[in-house]
Every structure is written in C-alpha cells, then in structure tokens.
C-alpha cells in the first residue's frame, strides 16, 4: 500500500496524545453553542394569563426533539479518505468499507432525525473529489436535496447516495497506478498515493458553498496523517456556519494536536467540531450516527424562578426524532400571580439543547360570603335580608340564596325570594317556623364556601278592637262592630260576651244577636254600665281579648225637640243691588207634636222691610208635627253699607226638650262700592287713574263719563280683593269743565251706579318747548 510506512510512524508518535478511543471535545467550542437545537417544549395547559382556583394547578404539554420544529438547515458533506492505506485494517474488511458503512449510517440517522437539508459526498486522498449524486437523466450535481427514505425514488437521496458511497474504490488490486475514485454516478478519478487534507478541506468548503442550506456540518473521515502540509489556508476563511466535524481511525490514527494546522484536531476545533479518534474501526458504524443523532432527555418544571424538579415522563431519555405529553401537577400556590416554567433538555445535530416555555397565571382567591342575620319575621309576609360578598380579586359577583325548614318546622311550607340572586331581597314563606337560610356565591372562577344563618317567621296574633264605647237605652238593640287584623290566620273564631257589670246585677239581663260575628247587637232589659268583651282565637296564639264600655239608659218621656235657624243671601250684599233675603227655619226634631208654635223676627234697625215682610211681630205657625219643617223669609234693603245682627225667636205651649236652641242669631252685611279719580283735574287728553274698592270680587264694570266721550269698551276687572284699578282717557277736543266718572255693573254681583266726585277738564294753553342749538354745541338758546 503506498504512503503506508509514513503514516504509519507519524500515526505511532500522535497515538500517545489521544486520551481513550473518542476525543473530548470542551463544552466552550461545541456546536450547541453556536446554533439552536430541535429541543422545543410547549405548554397547553395553562393558557398565558389564566386566573385559576385555589387547589392543584395542573400543566400539560409536548416536548420533543427532532421533529422538524426547526427547518432542515444544516448541509452535511461526507468526506471519505480513500487512500491506499484504507485498503485494510478494519477486522476482516477495509476501513474504507467501515467509512462507507458507518457513511450510510449517518445518512439514514439524518434522514430519520429530518434536521439536514441536502447531502454531498467528497473522495479523497492526494487529490479530493466531489460525487455526482444524480443519475445522469435527472442532472449532474454534486449535492442533492435530502428527503426521508420512502418517497419518490428519483428523490430519494439515500439511496442515490448509498449507492455512490458503495462506488468508492481505492484502487487495491491494482498497482500498475496510484488511482482510484468514485464509480457512480458520474465517474470521478482520484490520485491515492497519500493523504493531502487541504485538498479535502478545500473540496469540502466548495461543495459545501454552494449547497442552500445555513449550517454546513462536514463530517470528515481519515485513517492517516496528513501529507499536504498546513491546513490553514484552505480553512480560511473560517465562520460559525461551517463546522468540521473529524474522526481519526484505525488502529494508530491520531487526532493530533489543536495547535499543528496539519492535524485533523487542528480542523475540528477551529471550526468548533472537534475530532474523535476511533481505534477500533469495526465500532465507527456505530459512532458516525451519533453525530446526527438525537434524544430528549428529561422535561423539568420550576416555578416562579425556583429549583428545578423532573417531571415524571414515561420513556425518558429517548433517542429522536421524538414527541411525547407531558403533565405535572403543581400544588400549595398561594393567592396571587405565579410564573411556571417547563424545561425540556436534551440532544441533537446542533447539540446539547434546552427549550423552555412559561406561563404567567393567577391563582384566585375564594370570595367569602356571609349571610347575616339570624332574622325574624312573620310568616306571609315579605321578610328583608341582606348578604355581602367580599372578593378581591374576582372577575365577576354570582350569588344565591336557598332556604330550606329547619327540624320541627312543616317540610311542607314553601318559601319564595323576591330576586334569589340579589345580596339585598326578601323573603316570604307561607308556614311559621324555624328554616336555614344559606348563601352560596362564586366569582366565575373560585366557589365561595356557603354560609348560614336562621330565619324564625311568627304566626301575627291577631290585633282585636272592641270599637265603643256604646251607649244606648233599655230594652233597644244596640249596635255593635268590632274589627281583627290578623294577615297569615283566615281562620278565626270570634267571640262577644258581657263581664258583669258595676252597678247592675250579677247577671245583666243583655243578649247578643251573633256573639261570633264582629258586627252584631246588644240588648239590655236594665239601664247601667257593662264591660263587653270581644274575644278572637287565630288556633297558633293565646286567645286575644279587647273589652269596650257599654252604657245603658232609661227610655226617656217622649218630648218634642222645636229648634230655629237662619240664614242670609247674598253675603255680602250690595248697595243698589238685589236685597238680602233671610230665610228661617223652624223645626220639629222631637217624637210628639209640638202646639201653638208662634216666630217673631224683628226688621233690624238700618234695614228697610221689602217683600216677603217676614214677621216683624209675631207669626203663627200652629201645631208642627214630629220631623215637620216650616220656612219663612223676609228681604231687607239697605240705602247704605251696614253690617248688623238679626235674630229670631220661636216659642211653643207644649213640652220642649231643649229650649236653648228656640233662638237664631245671623248677620246682614251691605257694602257700598266707591270710585275716585286721581288726580281730579287734567287738561284735553290727560289720562286720570279711576280706583275702586268694595266692588263685588270677581265681577266686571263699566266706567264712562257723564259727559263728553267715553272710551269703548271701558271695562274693568274687580280683584278678588274687591278693588281695581284703571285709566280712563279725556280725549284732546273734548268738553271742558266739570264732569263725573261713573261705575256700572257688567257681570257678577249687582249693585247700584257709582259715581265719582267731580273731575274737571281745562284748556290745554302750553307748548311744548323747543331746543334750537346754535354756534358752539356746547351752548343752546331756549325759544
């Protein structure tokens, strides 16, 4: 195998720096630093901002890894040292049938993790090549997009690209020259007499340049050491997107060392990959994959910046692409704002990854509800009651009331509030008794705990009235009428009865015409006072009593009752006006007949008789039977304004039972209206106020002069005062001298023409005055 023996003794002086068959690599430069990862969480349950109920909060959610939460945004280029050296060395195969094997691994781990993109494929050794990974009738490329095994098999670059891996050859069974290559799709001849990385590194960055994707991840496979000097150059220039990721392998390969810019070390960790050694080729199989191998590791959950705890998940860790539910269930959160925070960990292209999701909530304090009371009322009647809801910090107020009959109380009474969802309502229920009266609320969120108190509802006793007291006489029925209120007892039994009285017998000689009736009679055979007793009994209450007095007389000797009134109109009357009529009435209110009735009414002295007279001396009237009414009138006509008395007298020959009503006492009021005019004298077409008083209230009259013109309509309106007030108008041409105002009636009471004093009209002989202004306007000359 050519270039053999010079690998061979560089391999045996690196081997000793290679701590145990995979290289570390520091968490400073690894590849989960750079980009993020297909580690995602997201919560469901609860929603961002939820306000929850005191008690066990529980999350829910989905964790995963690789499973395309992120876009396939990493290029992966295999680069595969085929030179002659690989010829051997892997137990009963090749190495380089354990690069190919271990290739098409990290293929189908990529294509099942769904994280790469496209794939390209570079040979190496002293020169490097890109493969063709498309049949020749699709086209020529040296990249092809990387799609999941199963689809379209002109698509499908797994195989496509298996089968160019399986195509590489190191020219081992021939010597006649050092060349070997790639067999599909698209041959490509590559010199193998050594190994050159900066030709490999520099193919590599081409390849990788022109594939779409972000992230390049070249995964870079040698079993030797490097003859083609320093690999600086051909990393230049380097950049986060593009990482090599290398493997030494065979039995004395060697990573190197980081600071030798020809070692595979050197490659790895300037682009933050770092380099595996494998000394054991036959495992590389099964390393390779790991590279692109995902696992979700564990879920956590922390609450409100606190500790992390694991959340118990079935099947974790698990190797990707995977998604499972989570659910945790957080317990003692006190009232008031929480943040809770889930934490998925784990692994995959990218590297070690951590995704995190919160939710902010709230959780809610119970309202407390208090019923107040205990209260008392009546049954059938509407009974206040008033709650209070405390909440602070409820979305909304929901209360209700219920009631229910305490032991004891009939099971059958029924209840009814007048709004059972208001803190502030009545209630009514039709049975007496002790009930519970509870009040239940919530907030929308939280159920406050329901709080009782009593109700106690009292049958009303009843309210009793005996009315009275009564008087009556002996031996005559007597009414009686008592009242009851009693609002919840329709069914009452009503008792009258009589307590012996004072100064009677023991045994008053009195019936009743109904004693259970409230409205009845009483009647006595003997005169005295007597108790009567109304007694109700609703059948819930001690029987209720009202007692009334009852006062008994003798029948009286029968007597006649003659009595005379008076009365006059109008009131006031007026002077000129209708005369004022008295009218007498005599009467017999007695049982008998009353004889030899005889009215005197004087004329009052001032007052002149008109017609009827009336009876200025004596009238007899004879003999007025029981209930007979007997009228007399006379008019009286005042010449003047007067206000005296008038009376009348009756008498009789036989009994009279009340004699102080045989006299009648009346006034007779005359007004006398006047007019005066002020002032009483004024030039043609001067304008005098005309004034009335004790005119008749409400009426209208008429104002005119007695000579010369009058002004039409010229009629005024008397206040309720009896008085008025006008201007009456002597117009400019009109006669001069003396003249009267006078006053006559239009509407209302009638009295006589009312004239005023004597008002006199003079010449008009002045001018009026006139102003000439001349020269300075500050002067004016009178003319």
């Given at each position: 195998?050519?270039?053999?023996?010079?690998?061979?003794?560089?391999?045996?002086?690196?081997?000793?720096?290679?701590?145990?068959?995979?290289?570390?690599?520091?968490?400073?430069?690894?590849?989960?630093?750079?980009?993020?990862?297909?580690?995602?969480?997201?919560?469901?349950?609860?929603?961002?901002?939820?306000?929850?109920?005191?008690?066990?909060?529980?999350?829910?959610?989905?964790?995963?890894?690789?499973?395309?939460?992120?876009?396939?945004?990493?290029?992966?280029?295999?680069?595969?040292?085929?030179?002659?050296?690989?010829?051997?060395?892997?137990?009963?195969?090749?190495?380089?049938?354990?690069?190919?094997?271990?290739?098409?691994?990290?293929?189908?781990?990529?294509?099942?993790?769904?994280?790469?993109?496209?794939?390209?494929?570079?040979?190496?050794?002293?020169?490097?090549?890109?493969?063709?990974?498309?049949?020749?009738?699709?086209?020529?490329?040296?990249?092809?997009?990387?799609?999941?095994?199963?689809?379209?098999?002109?698509?499908?670059?797994?195989?496509?690209?298996?089968?160019?891996?399986?195509?590489?050859?190191?020219?081992?069974?021939?010597?006649?020259?050092?060349?070997?290559?790639?067999?599909?799709?698209?041959?490509?001849?590559?010199?193998?007499?050594?190994?050159?990385?900066?030709?490999?590194?520099?193919?590599?960055?081409?390849?990788?340049?022109?594939?779409?994707?972000?992230?390049?991840?070249?995964?870079?496979?040698?079993?030797?050491?490097?003859?083609?000097?320093?690999?600086?150059?051909?990393?230049?220039?380097?950049?986060?997107?593009?990482?090599?990721?290398?493997?030494?392998?065979?039995?004395?390969?060697?990573?190197?060392?980081?600071?030798?810019?020809?070692?595979?070390?050197?490659?790895?960790?300037?682009?933050?990959?770092?380099?595996?050694?494998?000394?054991?080729?036959?495992?590389?199989?099964?390393?390779?994959?790991?590279?692109?191998?995902?696992?979700?590791?564990?879920?956590?959950?922390?609450?409100?910046?606190?500790?992390?705890?694991?959340?118990?998940?079935?099947?974790?860790?698990?190797?990707?692409?995977?998604?499972?539910?989570?659910?945790?269930?957080?317990?003692?959160?006190?009232?008031?704002?929480?943040?809770?925070?889930?934490?998925?960990?784990?692994?995959?292209?990218?590297?070690?990854?951590?995704?995190?999701?919160?939710?902010?909530?709230?959780?809610?304090?119970?309202?407390?509800?208090?019923?107040?009371?205990?209260?008392?009322?009546?049954?059938?009647?509407?009974?206040?009651?008033?709650?209070?809801?405390?909440?602070?910090?409820?979305?909304?107020q929901e209360t209700t009331w219920s009631i229910s009959p305490a032991p004891g109380t009939d099971d059958e009474a029924e209840c009814e509030f007048a709004d059972p969802e208001d803190l502030t309502t009545t209630?009514?229920?039709?049975?007496?008794?002790?009930?519970?009266?509870?009040?239940?609320?919530?907030?929308?969120?939280?159920?406050?705990?329901?709080?009782?108190?009593?109700?106690?509802?009292?049958?009303?006793?009843?309210?009793?009235?005996?009315?009275?007291?009564?008087?009556?006489?002996?031996?005559?029925?007597?009414?009686?009428?008592?009242?009851?209120?009693?609002?919840?007892?329709?069914?009452?039994?009503?008792?009258?009865?009589?307590?012996?009285?004072?100064?009677?017998?023991?045994?008053?000689?009195?019936?009743?015409?109904?004693?259970d009736q409230l409205s009845t009679s009483v009647t006595c055979a003997e005169s005295g006072t007597y108790t009567l007793v109304l007694t109700v009994d609703d059948g819930v209450n001690p029987p209720v009593s009202?007692?009334?007095?009852?006062?008994?007389?003798?029948?009286?000797?029968?007597?006649?009752?003659?009595?005379?009134?008076?009365?006059?109109?109008?009131?006031?009357?007026?002077?000129?006006?209708?005369?004022?009529?008295?009218?007498?009435?005599?009467?017999?209110?007695?049982?008998?007949?009353?004889?030899?009735?005889?009215?005197?009414?004087?004329?009052?002295?001032?007052?002149?008789?008109?017609?009827?007279?009336?009876?200025?001396?004596?009238?007899?009237?004879?003999?007025?039977?029981?209930?007979?009414?007997?009228?007399?009138?006379?008019?009286?006509?005042?010449?003047?304004?007067?206000?005296?008395?008038?009376?009348?007298?009756?008498?009789?020959?036989?009994?009279?039972?009340?004699?102080?009503?045989?006299?009648?006492?009346?006034?007779?009021?005359?007004?006398?209206?006047?007019?005066?005019?002020?002032?009483?004298?004024?030039?043609?077409?001067?304008?005098?106020?005309?004034?009335?008083?004790?005119?008749?209230?409400?009426?209208?009259?008429?104002?005119?002069?007695?000579?010369?013109?009058?002004?039409?309509?010229?009629?005024?309106?008397?206040?309720?005062?009896?008085?008025?007030?006008?201007?009456?108008?002597?117009?400019?041409?009109?006669?001069?001298?003396?003249?009267?105002?006078?006053?006559?009636?239009?509407?209302?009471?009638?009295?006589?023409?009312?004239?005023?004093?004597?008002?006199?009209?003079?010449?008009?002989?002045?001018?009026?005055?006139?102003?000439?202004?001349?020269?300075?306007?500050?002067?004016?000359?009178?003319?």
């Amino acid at each position: 195998m050519r270039g053999i023996g010079a690998r061979a003794v560089a391999r045996t002086a690196a081997a000793a720096l290679v701590v145990g068959a995979v290289a570390f690599v520091p968490a400073s430069v690894a590849v989960a630093q750079q980009r993020p990862t297909t580690v995602t969480v997201s919560i469901s349950e609860p929603a961002e901002g939820a306000v929850v109920g005191p008690g066990p909060v529980t999350v829910r959610g989905t964790a995963a890894v690789g499973d395309s939460s992120l876009p396939p945004d990493t290029a992966l280029v295999l680069v595969v040292d085929i030179s002659g050296s690989t010829a051997s060395g892997c137990a009963t195969d090749t190495i380089l049938r354990c690069e190919i094997t271990a290739g098409t691994g990290l293929l189908h781990q990529a294509a099942l993790e769904g994280s790469v993109g496209s794939v390209a494929v570079v040979a190496f050794a002293t020169t490097a090549g890109a493969a063709d990974l498309s049949p020749p009738e699709v086209y020529d490329n040296p990249f092809t997009e990387y799609v999941a095994p199963g689809t379209d098999a002109n698509h499908d670059s797994v195989p496509d690209t298996t089968t160019v891996l399986l195509s590489l050859d190191n020219d081992d069974n021939d010597d006649s020259d050092n060349d070997g290559g790639i067999g599909q799709f698209t041959p490509v001849v590559i010199d193998v007499a050594y190994t050159n990385f900066p030709q490999a590194v520099t193919e590599a960055k081409r390849v990788a340049a022109a594939m779409p994707q972000r992230n390049k991840l070249i995964v870079f496979m040698s079993d030797g050491l490097n003859n083609g000097g320093s690999v600086q150059g051909a990393l230049e220039p380097i950049t986060d997107s593009v990482v090599f990721r290398t493997f030494a392998v065979g039995a004395g390969a060697s990573c190197g060392v980081e600071s030798d810019p020809t070692t595979l070390a050197y490659i790895g960790y300037r682009t933050h990959g770092g380099c595996d050694t494998i000394l054991d080729p036959t495992t590389l199989p099964d390393v390779l994959p790991g590279v692109v191998r995902s696992s979700l590791d564990g879920v956590f959950l922390t609450v409100d910046g606190g500790p992390e705890r694991r959340i118990d998940v079935d099947g974790l860790p698990h190797s990707g692409p995977y998604s499972t539910p989570y659910e945790a269930t957080v317990n003692n959160l006190a009232p008031g704002a929480h943040r809770l925070c889930v934490i998925a960990r784990g692994k995959d292209l990218y590297g070690n990854g951590t995704a995190t999701q919160c939710r902010s909530i709230t959780v809610n304090r119970p309202p407390v509800v208090d019923p107040g009371g205990p209260y008392e009322g009546l049954e059938d009647t509407e009974v206040p009651i008033a709650g209070t809801f405390t909440d602070q910090d409820g979305p909304r107020q929901e209360t209700t009331w219920s009631i229910s009959p305490a032991p004891g109380t009939d099971d059958e009474a029924e209840c009814e509030f007048a709004d059972p969802e208001d803190l502030t309502t009545t209630v009514h229920c039709d049975r007496y008794g002790t009930y519970v009266l509870t009040l239940d609320g919530t907030d929308g969120i939280s159920d406050a705990e329901p709080s009782s108190t009593t109700l106690v509802l009292r049958n009303a006793g009843p309210e009793v009235d005996a009315g009275g007291p009564y008087t009556g006489q002996e031996d005559t029925a007597i009414a009686l009428l008592g009242t009851v209120e009693d609002p919840d007892s329709p069914e009452l039994d009503i008792t009258w009865s009589l307590e012996p009285p004072t100064d009677t017998s023991p045994e008053p000689p009195c019936t009743f015409t109904a004693v259970d009736q409230l409205s009845t009679s009483v009647t006595c055979a003997e005169s005295g006072t007597y108790t009567l007793v109304l007694t109700v009994d609703d059948g819930v209450n001690p029987p209720v009593s009202d007692r009334a007095r009852l006062t008994v007389t003798k029948a009286p000797v029968p007597q006649g009752a003659l009595s005379v009134g008076l009365t006059a109109d109008p009131v006031p009357g007026y002077v000129g006006g209708l005369p004022v009529t008295v009218t007498y009435t005599v009467r017999n209110g007695g049982p008998v007949p009353m004889a030899g009735v005889q009215l005197t009414a004087p004329a009052p002295a001032g007052l002149a008789a008109g017609t009827p007279a009336g009876c200025p001396v004596a009238c007899a009237l004879g003999t007025l039977a029981p209930g007979q009414v007997v009228q007399v009138q006379a008019a009286y006509v005042a010449a003047a304004a007067i206000d005296i008395p008038v009376t009348a007298t009756v008498t009789t020959t036989g009994p009279d039972i009340d004699p102080a009503d045989n006299t009648a006492t009346g006034r007779v009021v005359v007004r006398q209206p006047a007019l005066r005019v002020d002032p009483s004298a004024g030039p043609q077409g001067a304008v005098t106020n005309a004034l009335g008083t004790d005119f008749p209230p409400g009426a209208t009259v008429r104002l005119s002069w007695d000579t010369g013109i009058s002004e039409t309509p010229g009629v005024v309106a008397v206040r309720p005062d009896g008085t008025f007030t006008a201007q009456v108008l002597v117009f400019h041409k009109d006669i001069l001298g003396p003249r009267l105002l006078a006053a006559d009636p239009v509407t209302g009471a009638p009295f006589g023409r009312v004239a005023t004093a004597q008002y006199t009209v003079m010449i008009r002989s002045l001018k009026p005055v006139a102003f000439v202004l001349r020269g300075d306007p500050r002067t004016f000359v009178l003319r």
